[in-house]
């Protein structure tokens, strides 16, 4: 049963169009991760919900947002993408930052 | 800042056995992890070991961890075809954001 789960696995949008990419999980764990993963790299942080508490990453751009409406749901927010933005987008639990980390399968973003 | 290294590729022929290897700098991990990802797909995690334990073994997998030398393995017994994937060691310190080395691409040769 799949417990991160990530919808659509596929989006493709227009240069500068916002777009929302949306993950959930069955697990009921407090930590909720965005990772931006680009062809050939190692996945890289952008941001994690601790509950409601929001941290960023030093380097994410501002053009990534996030909002964490409960603790099931976690939405990716980017408002004017880019070329550079065209990546696999992993979203991952965990039940405290200092445990083991559940990946969801991904969505691949294309930007036209 | 913490770093993790891994050899970018191997290639190994079915039914041999695949050593992956890792090395990583911080001294105070907690959790080193082995992720496999296959083409188009998230990262599925394959096993764990904790910081104070030198092996793990779960069926055809064996992690082994020298933590004198910082070196972490993964060692996947009678490796077949649907093995190959990209393999991503990672190092999870305290509350630290979880470090990925670059991965390591296993062809499965028939």
């Known amino acids: 049963d799949a417990m991160v789960i990530q919808n659509p696995r596929y989006q493709v949008t227009q240069f500068g169009k916002p777009v929302t990419l949306s993950c959930s999980q069955t697990?009921?764990?407090?930590?909720m991760y965005w990772y931006q993963q680009k062809s050939s790299q190692a996945p890289k942080l952008l941001f994690h919900y601790y509950d409601k508490d929001f941290n960023n990453e030093a380097d994410t751009p501002d053009n990534f947002q996030s909002r964490r409406p409960n603790t099931s749901f976690c939405f990716l927010d980017i408002r004017s993408p880019g070329l550079g933005d065209a990546a696999m987008y992993l979203c991952?639990?965990?039940?405290?930052?200092?445990?083991?980390?559940?990946f969801g399968p991904g969505t691949r973003l294309t930007v036209t | 800042g913490e770093d993790v290294e891994q050899s970018l590729f191997l290639s190994v022929r079915e039914g041999d056995s695949s050593v992956i290897n890792c090395t990583y700098t911080d001294s105070s991990s907690t959790y080193l992890y082995w992720y496999k990802q296959e083409p188009g797909a998230g990262l599925q995690l394959l096993t764990y070991i904790f910081s104070n334990m030198d092996m793990k073994q779960d069926q055809r997998l064996t992690v082994l961890l020298n933590k004198k030398d910082k070196h972490l393995s993964l060692r996947i017994a009678d490796t077949q075809t649907g093995d190959s994937a990209i393999y991503f060691c990672?190092?999870?310190?305290?509350?630290?954001?979880?470090?990925f080395g670059k991965g390591t691409r296993l062809s499965v040769i028939a």
């Open positions: 990672a190092d999870l310190t305290g509350n630290t954001p979880l470090v």
């Open positions: 697990l009921n764990h407090n930590v």
């Open positions: 991952a639990t965990s039940r405290a930052t200092g445990e083991i980390r559940y």
